[in-house]
């Protein structure tokens, strides 16, 4: 999973258009990209692909809040990571 | 103090608790001697630009602690602050600004891409924005200049503190005026039935352009306590709005059932200190006993009130909650008509109904709207004139809510009036078939919408969501929901997804609903 693969999970299943431009740094919930009950779609998608629970405590601003941080957050659960 | 204007409790605490904190914004706090002396510079700032009294000024602005100044600014500049939602899309900001007449507007730097849009038909002066956004600017460094003692305004209860717009049924927005009395005769009930004390820390969850924000704001200042505006990004995570809640050491929080019910089932509670939290209001739309019955339990010190009433007429009636017995799925009474307030339920022909009878429920308040904003079509409607007591003619309100009184004196909630469908010849009530479905232990939340049919008449359709982790297609649901309501009133088309299109302030959009489902086949059921 890589921020081109969520930005592009985002564009073709939750917003129905491939041609949104969603930079890595965008506050995905201040431009209204995605709302709560998109991020839940994700977190459930995030967990399909990579074979691991997200508890509800890990789906916050420092891990969703972003395509960046939502990456970020993968690969530190991916490499067994201590999560802050 | 001048008690009877709703900014007075500011200066009044700026003098005897000039160091409590008024406002607190993502770890920063502003005491309530800088609050005073910021929203006085704010409203010489706007009387120096032109503003004269009851003039409307609008506040277009993320949760900032300078969403605090500019309310309090503009109110003691004997403006009329309108809260924008700052989300809203420009084209409506528009119609708003025009609609209300307004030549001036609290916004912010990070606001520029929308202002940039703006097309104002009229002369229109931005404060505290400090980028180039093609239109008159007066900066937060301009303002901090002016003086910071308290402008020469002469205001009575009876002017306009806030208009807040709402949707109108025409697809334009509505502007509903609300006086100083109103609002503070609001404000005092919230503090008195919360038992608001200086050591309160209240969330303000709720937009501004939500009316719950008022309590959130003015029945705090009535206290002297501190209003914890919540960031807007925090709002979406329910992980970190319970998080917000133990780091800020929030004590109450008024906002929407579909808040609270997100809070407990993704918001890791269990790994929360939430032991701060000692009152939740709620209001909005109806709150399923198993979700709030499943909050109770989880926050066993903390009581629960449901606040009912429209925009027009906030907090109407409130009930406290006592413990609810697991077995129990009847709706949640509205409970009793609040303090400084009057009902009266009326039948179609406008005679007084028995306990026990539904009917409309009318409202004789001081914290009733004094009238939408430039429509009288609308004021005629909704308002009249009727003898109260038998004594001489006062005003009433038209809630357009359907409400009965049982035996033990409360009111129940049965749904909007213009909820109630006639289909094949009888009298459904949307709501009811909402709790029907709701019952089922899957079901988290339903929602149920008329859509027209090819022969011009009424269908009623219902969307649904499951509760995580469990399994009911649409054929089970309606089996369930057969047990509950008559057959008539079974939903033609119901569908099970995966989330409901919500409104700004959080509800269900029921109309985004119908709209996206007209043209569905009848007899449907989806999953």
Redesign the interface.
């Known amino acids: 999973m890589s921020i081109d693969a969520i930005r592009q999970y985002i564009r073709v299943e939750i917003l129905d258009d491939e041609t949104v431009s969603i930079e890595a740094d965008e506050?995905l919930?201040?431009n209204?990209v995605l709302?709560?009950?998109?991020?839940?779609?994700l977190v459930t998608h995030l967990e399909q692909s990579c074979g691991f629970k997200i508890?509800?405590?890990?789906?916050?601003?420092?891990h969703?809040?972003t395509l960046r941080r939502i990456d970020s957050y993968v690969t530190a659960r991916r490499n067994g990571d201590q999560l802050v | 103090m001048t008690d009877f204007l709703i900014h007075s409790p500011v200066a009044h605490y700026a003098r005897v608790t000039p160091q409590q904190a008024a406002l607190s914004f993502a770890g920063h706090e502003m005491s309530y001697a800088a609050l005073d002396a910021a929203s006085n510079r704010l409203a010489h700032a706007l009387i120096s630009s032109g503003l004269k009294r009851q003039g409307r000024v609008g506040i277009f602005m993320h949760k900032a602690l300078s969403l605090g100044v500019a309310i309090y600014g503009i109110l003691k500049a004997g403006g009329v602050f309108v809260p924008l939602d700052p989300f809203m899309p420009v084209e409506r900001l528009g119609f708003i600004l025009d609609d209300c007449e307004i030549g001036h507007l609290v916004s912010a730097d990070g606001m520029a891409g929308a202002l940039k849009q703006l097309e104002p038909t009229r002369p229109l002066t931005v404060f505290g924005v400090g980028v180039e956004t093609g239109l008159a600017s007066v900066s937060w460094s301009q303002i901090d200049a002016e003086p910071a003692s308290a402008p020469d305004v002469w205001l009575i209860d009876q002017d306009l503190g806030y208009i807040m717009y709402t949707s109108g049924s025409t697809g334009n927005p509505k502007g509903m005026m609300h006086s100083h009395l109103g609002s503070i005769t609001y404000a005092r009930w919230g503090r008195s039935h919360v038992g608001l004390t200086a050591g309160d820390r209240v969330a303000s969850h709720a937009p501004l352009h939500f009316d719950l924000s008022i309590f959130d704001f003015f029945s705090t200042a009535q206290a002297g306590a501190t209003v914890v505006l919540v960031p807007e990004q925090v709002t979406k995570f329910p992980a970190s709005w319970t998080q917000y809640i133990e780091s800020e050491r929030i004590s109450v929080v008024f906002t929407v059932p579909f808040t609270l019910i997100e809070m407990m089932q993704r918001g890791a509670i269990e790994q929360r200190d939430l032991s701060s939290l000692r009152w939740i209001l709620f209001g909005g739309e109806p709150y399923p006993p198993k979700h709030l019955r499943a909050l109770m339990a989880a926050l066993p010190n903390a009581r629960f009130t449901n606040v009912y009433g429209p925009a027009e007429a906030p907090s109407c009636t409130c009930y406290d909650v006592p413990p609810l017995a697991d077995d129990d799925d009847q709706p949640i009474p509205i409970g009793t008509v609040s303090c400084n307030s009057d009902d009266l339920i009326l039948d179609d022909d406008d005679g007084e109904c028995a306990d026990g009878e539904a009917g409309e429920l009318c409202i004789r308040s001081s914290t009733l709207t004094r009238g939408y904003w430039k429509r009288p079509d609308l004021n005629q409607r909704v308002f009249f004139e009727r003898p109260s007591y038998g004594h001489f003619p006062d005003i009433y309100f038209r809630t357009g809510d359907y409400v009965v009184r049982h035996p033990d004196g409360l009111l129940r909630y049965l749904g909007r009036k213009d909820r109630m469908v006639k289909t094949r010849g009888h009298r459904v009530e949307l709501d009811e078939v909402e709790a029907a479905l709701a019952s089922h232990p899957a079901v988290s939340e339903a929602a149920a919408f008329v859509v027209p049919d090819a022969h011009g008449s009424k269908q009623i359709h219902a969307c649904v969501t499951l509760c995580d982790g469990a399994r009911a297609d649409a054929a089970v649901l309606m089996r369930h929901a057969r047990t509950k309501i008559p057959a008539y009133a079974l939903p033609r088309h119901l569908d099970v997804a995966d989330d409901l299109p919500r409104t700004s302030s959080g509800k269900i959009d029921r109309r985004q609903l119908a709209a996206t489902n007209a043209g569905q086949p009848a007899h449907g059921t989806e999953s």
């Not at chain 1, 709302?35 to 779609?41: A, H, I, K, W």
């Not at chain 1, 508890?55 to 420092?62: A, I, N, R, S």
């Open positions: 506050d919930m201040m209204q709302d709560s009950m998109d991020v839940m779609r508890p509800p405590q890990d789906v916050t601003l420092e969703f809040s």
